[in-house]
């Protein structure tokens, strides 16, 4: 399995229509750099999507995973928005691609960048216990961009 990656800003449209179930798709837009390293969710209408490699012509088409966090899986057509999100899954999942020992108790004075790309921690105290957030302290705040 590969590492999830959490984007920001990224909304492409759908080249071609995709039936319910459907396990790969096209884009109208090629992705940024950090995407082809890993996977990644999508939300196109109201269905969610794992996106586990992308490949072809400007790595255009993307293998998914459809039907995510419950989501029913429905038929889409082409040209409807694509939006790169980032879910309660995906963040779980971040979690547990770190090393261990990598996120642990902290206390911060001031924002810290994690990982300037992707994610902002601001918090007085924080503590992540087994790869699940278990204390954020009062007037702390916990930002994913």
Do not use: C
């Amino acid at each position: 399995m590969a590492n999830e990656i959490l984007v920001n800003d990224f909304t492409t449209t759908l080249n071609g229509s995709i039936s319910s179930g459907a396990t790969s798709l096209v884009v109208n837009d090629s992705p940024t750099s950090a995407m082809t390293a890993g996977q990644f969710r999508v939300r196109i209408d109201d269905e969610l999507f794992l996106v586990t490699a992308v490949g072809g012509s400007g790595n255009k088409t993307w293998t998914v995973s459809p039907g995510q966090e419950s989501t029913t899986q429905a038929s889409h057509s082409s040209g409807v928005s694509v939006y790169v999100v980032v879910t309660a899954g995906g963040i779980d999942q971040w979690k547990r691609d770190q090393p261990a020992g990598a996120i642990t108790q902290k206390d911060f004075a001031q924002s810290v960048t994690v990982d300037a790309d992707h994610v902002l921690i601001v918090a007085e105290r924080m503590t992540i216990d087994s790869g699940t957030l278990t204390t954020l302290s009062s007037g702390a705040v916990l930002v994913i961009l």
